[in-house]
Nanobody, 121 residues
Framework: QVQLVESGGGLVQAGGSLRLSCAAS???????MGWFRQAPGKEREFVAS????????YYADSVKGRFTISRDTVKNTVFLQMNRLKPEDTAVYYC???????????????WGQGTQVTVAS
């Protein structure tokens, strides 16, 4: 069984930065990992993903150039560094794991519980 636990959310001013972490337990070594987000009244949307080795990444156009996804395969942790944050980045951010090599992730096998990110204008 795979468990994903996010941390690092919070309140930040527009233009600021936050770093989200996702600690994974279980057999996720070959999994593609990623982040999704869901704003109030909107559908959950893909943000970024990274392959099992960390050598391949994929980003939504809305965050490209501002967010960076990375993973520590030894600690089984995935990170999302978010820079130049905008009010429209406000959402609950979810970590996801998918037993696939295809990016972007479209149908995760596992979800974390989510962490709130609020960007004040």
């Amino acid at each position: 069984q795979v468990q994903l636990v996010e941390s690092g959310g919070g309140l930040v001013q527009a233009g600021g930065s936050l770093r989200l972490s996702c600690a994974a337990s279980g057999r996720t070594f070959r999994y593609t990992m990623g982040w999704f987000r869901q704003a109030p009244g909107k559908e959950r949307e893909f943000v970024a993903s990274i392959n099992w080795s960390g050598g391949s990444t994929y980003y939504a156009d809305s965050v490209k150039g501002r967010f960076t996804i990375s993973r520590d395969t030894v600690k089984n942790t995935v990170f999302l560094q978010m820079n130049r944050l905008k009010p429209e980045d406000t959402a609950v951010y979810y970590c996801a794991a998918a037993n696939t090599v295809i990016q972007p992730i479209t149908a995760p096998d596992y979800w974390g519980q989510g962490t709130q990110v609020t960007v004040a204008s």
